[in-house]
Structure formats: structure tokens, C-alpha cells
């Protein structure tokens, strides 16, 4: 599940309340999302600035200005990045990091490590991490920065807390194929929800719109790294751009699972404004499609609606395991819409 940023922060201020703020947070996100800011507040919620009064010479209240990460950057923050060469971020960053966090400080702060594009650590590097992961000092808070998360190692993995960020972009093509989408339901719903031929052809018109998505995508990252191959053959060590070409098909997958997500959550929000109407409820999720779910609602009883709101959350939860993605959604489009 998805964050926006202001929630991921308010789950962390909350923890950080209660004294249960985890030793370790994996942002993830896509450029857009807000991973660095987040990163950025949460430092000055656990290392507040010091109070100077917060007021102007008019007696006006003066909100604070949030510091970027390289502002706050200092004795009690270290931000580590990949290195300008070799792209990667080496085993001697990382150890730099860890003697950092045994340096004495002043009582009641927070030493910080920030890893800015986290899966680009080499092997040496994530093996001397996860020492600092599992041996944690007191009052020490690492925040893993990264958009392709699957390129780091489980066992780093599952020592962090993730926190996903939705993104804050315009996203244009998400919501053309959202649009499509819903227009795929309408055009189910007039047919009348209830047949094999009609749940087949709004499974069909999904699939189109996710092997769209998936075209794009792969072709914004093909482009991507050609870019780098061309600015960095020449300037590179070892191996970086084999794993570079590893990191773009693992960003691809990840992307097209996000899209994946994006539209399987339209199919439950629109099935729930169908529900929603024949419980009389006001607020929908689609109000624009209001006069076609309420026909859909009319032709239903309550319990049928039911039953075909939990096939589609089934769908989600077996999506997100190994299950087989043509037969999953085959199965749960015939369940929820024929």
C-alpha cells in the first residue's frame, strides 16, 4: 500500500510519539513522490531547530522553512550518495557512516544516515550495512532512499520499515488509462454485468491498457539508459553499466506493477461506488459515473454486490504473491463481473 507523503510522515511522527520509531525506514517512490523531503522533515521532527520565538516584528507568526537534506547535512546528519565515477556507493561510504554514528553527541539528538539511491550499493558495501542494521547504536536513525528497491538484498529488506510514496506528479498517463478504463466498465455496465462475455471483454480491455502502460514504460527506460551509456561508457569502473541495464528492467517491473495496482484499484473503487449506491450512500469515488453504477446497483441484490467486491480483493492480495497474472485475472474478472 501506497503513501502520500504527508501520511507516511504522520505515521512516523506518531511512532516517534510513542518512542517506537523504527532504526531503519526504506523510502521508495518514483521521482515525484516527495522521498527526499519526507527524509528531510522526519530529521527535523527527531532533531528540532531551536525555538526563536516564532514571530516577525509585526508580532506575525513565522512557520519555520523546512531545510533540504544537503542544508541539513552536518555533525548529526550524513548523507551518503554513489560516487561521481563508478556510480555506486562503495564499502569505504558506508563505513565512514557507521564510525559517524559512534561519535558522541549532544543529549537528546539524533545521529542520521541518509542513503541517497540505496540499490546502488555495491556487494561490499550492503554486506558492511547490514552490520549497521542489525547492530544498531542508540538514538541512530538510517533512512534508505531508492526508486528500485527489488536491486537491494532481502535481508537488507527485511530489516526496514518500507514506506512507498505515491507520486505527486500530474500523472497524465496514468489517468488517460484510468479514464480508459472506467470507459471499459461503462461500456460492461450498459451491456449488463452478469455475463462471461461481458466480464471477458472488460478483462481483455484491461490487459490492453496494462500492455500499453508496460510498452511505455520499457521504452522511457530503454531511452534512459541509453542516455547514461553514452555519457558514462567512458567514465565508468567495472561493471556499472551491465548493472545499470539490471536496474532499468527491475525499474520497468516495478513501474508496471505500480500501474498495475493504479487500475486493479479503479475495478475496487468502482465496484464500491456500485455498492455505495445501493446502500444510498452520498460520497463516491467516481461521481461522474454515478448514473451507471446506479443501474448497476438497481439489477443486484446487496449480497451479489458483496460477493463481487471481494473477488476483486482477493485479486489484489493474490497479486501481490507469485500467482500466475493472466490466470489470477481471468478467475477474479469471471467471479466479479460475469
Same mark, same amino acid.
Given at each position: 500500500?501506497?503513501?502520500?507523503?504527508?501520511?507516511?510522515?504522520?505515521?512516523?511522527?506518531?511512532?516517534?510519539?510513542?518512542?517506537?520509531?523504527?532504526?531503519?525506514?526504506?523510502?521508495?517512490?518514483?521521482?515525484?513522490?516527495?522521498?527526499?523531503?519526507?527524509?528531510? @522533515?522526519?530529521?527535523? !521532527?527527531?532533531?528540532? =531547530?531551536? %525555538?526563536? *520565538?516564532? $514571530?516577525?516584528?509585526?508580532?506575525?507568526?513565522?512557520?519555520?522553512?523546512?531545510?533540504?537534506?544537503?542544508?541539513?547535512?552536518?555533525?548529526?546528519?550524513?548523507?551518503?550518495?554513489?560516487?561521481?565515477?563508478?556510480?555506486?556507493?562503495?564499502?569505504?561510504?558506508?563505513?565512514?557512516?557507521?564510525?559517524?554514528?559512534?561519535?558522541?553527541?549532544?543529549?537528546?539528538?539524533?545521529?542520521?544516515?541518509?542513503?541517497?539511491?540505496?540499490?546502488?550499493?555495491?556487494?561490499?558495501?550492503?554486506?558492511?550495512?547490514?552490520?549497521?542494521?542489525?547492530?544498531?547504536?542508540?538514538?541512530?536513525?538510517?533512512?534508505?532512499?531508492?526508486?528500485?528497491?527489488?536491486?537491494?538484498?532481502?535481508?537488507?529488506?527485511? @530489516?526496514?520499515?518500507? !514506506?512507498?510514496?505515491? =507520486?505527486? %506528479?500530474? *500523472?497524465? $498517463?496514468?489517468?488517460?488509462?484510468?479514464?480508459?478504463?472506467?470507459?471499459?466498465?461503462?461500456?460492461?455496465?450498459?451491456?449488463?454485468?452478469?455475463?462471461?462475455?461481458?466480464?471477458?471483454?472488460?478483462?481483455?480491455?484491461?490487459?490492453?491498457?496494462?500492455?500499453?502502460?508496460?510498452?511505455?514504460?520499457?521504452?522511457?527506460?530503454?531511452?534512459?539508459?541509453?542516455?547514461?551509456?553514452?555519457?558514462?561508457?567512458?567514465?565508468?569502473?567495472?561493471?556499472?553499466?551491465?548493472?545499470?541495464?539490471?536496474?532499468?528492467?527491475?525499474?520497468?517491473?516495478?513501474?508496471?506493477?505500480?500501474?498495475?495496482?493504479?487500475?486493479?484499484?479503479?475495478?475496487?473503487?468502482?465496484?464500491?461506488?456500485?455498492?455505495?449506491?445501493?446502500?444510498?450512500?452520498?460520497?463516491?469515488?467516481?461521481?461522474?459515473?454515478?448514473?451507471?453504477?446506479?443501474?448497476?446497483?438497481?439489477?443486484?441484490?446487496?449480497?451479489?454486490?458483496?460477493?463481487?467486491?471481494?473477488?476483486?480483493?482477493?485479486?489484489?492480495?493474490?497479486?501481490?504473491?507469485?500467482?500466475?497474472?493472466?490466470?489470477?485475472?481471468?478467475?477474479?474478472?469471471?467471479?466479479?463481473?460475469?
Amino acid at each position: 500500500m501506497a503513501f502520500t507523503a504527508d501520511k507516511a510522515y504522520d505515521l512516523m511522527q506518531s511512532a516517534h510519539e510513542r518512542g517506537r520509531l523504527a532504526h531503519a525506514f526504506l523510502i521508495t517512490g518514483e521521482a515525484g513522490s516527495g522521498k527526499a523531503d519526507l527524509a528531510a @522533515r522526519v530529521i527535523s !521532527l527527531i532533531n528540532p =531547530a531551536p %525555538d526563536t *520565538g516564532g $514571530a516577525n516584528l509585526f508580532g506575525e507568526v513565522v512557520e519555520p522553512v523546512q531545510k533540504s537534506l544537503d542544508e541539513l547535512e552536518g555533525d548529526l546528519v550524513r548523507l551518503v550518495r554513489p560516487q561521481s565515477k563508478s556510480r555506486r556507493i562503495v564499502v569505504d561510504d558506508i563505513r565512514e557512516l557507521e564510525k559517524s554514528f559512534y561519535v558522541a553527541s549532544a543529549p537528546g539528538k539524533w545521529k542520521v544516515g541518509v542513503i541517497l539511491g540505496a540499490d546502488r550499493m555495491g556487494v561490499g558495501a550492503e554486506n558492511a550495512f547490514l552490520k549497521t542494521l542489525e547492530e544498531p547504536p542508540a538514538d541512530c536513525l538510517l533512512l534508505l532512499i531508492s526508486d528500485a528497491p527489488e536491486l537491494l538484498l532481502p535481508t537488507i529488506l527485511s @530489516r526496514c520499515v518500507r !514506506l512507498p510514496l505515491m =507520486a505527486t %506528479d500530474d *500523472g497524465r $498517463a496514468t489517468t488517460a488509462s484510468q479514464d480508459e478504463l472506467l470507459s471499459a466498465l461503462s461500456s460492461m455496465a450498459r451491456q449488463g454485468m452478469g455475463s462471461v462475455g461481458s466480464a471477458l471483454s472488460l478483462r481483455a480491455s484491461f490487459s490492453s491498457i496494462l500492455t500499453k502502460r508496460r510498452a511505455e514504460i520499457s521504452k522511457r527506460n530503454d531511452l534512459a539508459l541509453k542516455e547514461e551509456t553514452k555519457k558514462y561508457k567512458n567514465t565508468t569502473e567495472g561493471d556499472w553499466l551491465s548493472k545499470r541495464e539490471k536496474f532499468y528492467l527491475a525499474q520497468t517491473e516495478s513501474e508496471y506493477i505500480r500501474e498495475r495496482e493504479k487500475l486493479l484499484e479503479v475495478l475496487v473503487s468502482w465496484m464500491g461506488d456500485v455498492v455505495r449506491q445501493k446502500c444510498s450512500v452520498e460520497r463516491l469515488d467516481f461521481p461522474d459515473e454515478k448514473q451507471i453504477t446506479a443501474q448497476v446497483a438497481h439489477r443486484h441484490d446487496l449480497t451479489d454486490l458483496l460477493e463481487r467486491m471481494d473477488a476483486m480483493d482477493q485479486l489484489r492480495a493474490h497479486m501481490e504473491t507469485n500467482v500466475q497474472e493472466q490466470l489470477a485475472l481471468e478467475v477474479a474478472f469471471l467471479t466479479a463481473f460475469g
